[in-house]
């Protein structure tokens, strides 16, 4: 196979932790970086250790050595420099929320087949072994039958202030909400229903709120998630023989299962770098000829964005 030759569009936080993840990994080269501003571009590529720097994006597509994109711009630009990347025969790896529009995902996904590129939208908790394994568990009823989940996430957002810009996709529930909906999903199938309130700046954009709801297969779950408040940050699954609790569940290395009668157990994963599970994945799916990830799925990319759709339409 080819060796993958990563082009990193966007000089955001998350970029260089996927880019140390490639690395350690050893699955592709990091070859050029992208910003809207050439200084910009040229002080993250020293500072990164990237050969090439691009003082716009579509420079970046140009160019021939580059042959897969990972995207972490801000999430309204998903969409279209994924579509972008594609039209120039790039692979493409777009952070999540892979789109802030369900009709916009099908669309890329739909793209890559057309194009025979692989897309994929970036969800690394599904590929830690401390949710893989808990996942196992439940699937192996060790907690027996599941009814009630409960999850929590609060996070200051100062360091990116965009995210509380509308124009720009910003907003909680894009940003956090995907990781709380996609863990739903991928451990007990379809949400059947589900209900949300928040708190709001005088725009509408929320900076806290709760969700709940009921999953197809009859488990009940509640999501919150604050920029201000403080929470304890960890998921908690209950079933009729004990419960899990994963602290910090969207990049998880460790979880305590609490089971009746018995000692905790502790399930303990720790790594330094917690996108390299996610990007031996990306390798191993090109390797493999795949279009699509068979854990990141288009129906789960899809499902995903369409519930927070819901949601805001609750909203309005």
Known sequence: ???????????????????????????????????????????????????????????????????????SAVNAQHYPLAKQALQMGKHVVCEKPCTTESAHTRELFALAREKQRFFMEAEKMLFLPAIVEVRDKIMNRELGKIHMVELSHSFSAGYNSWLFDRSLGGGPLLSSGIYAVQLLQWLFGDIKTIHGVKSAFEDGTEWQYVLTGEMECGVLFSVKNSTQAVLDNVARISGTRGYVEIPQYWKARKAVLYKLGQEPEVIHYPCDHELIYEANHIAKCIREGKLTSPVVTEELSVSGIAILEKIKEQWG
């Open 1 to 71: 196979m080819e060796q993958l030759r990563y082009g990193i569009l966007s000089t955001s936080s998350i970029a260089p932790r996927f880019i140390a993840a490639v690395r350690t990994a050893g699955a592709g080269e990091i070859v050029a970086v992208s910003s809207r501003s050439l200084q910009k571009a040229k002080a993250k590529a020293e500072e990164w250790e990237i050969p090439t720097a691009y003082g716009s994006h579509r420079e970046l597509l140009e160019d021939p050595n580059v042959n897969i994109v990972y995207i």
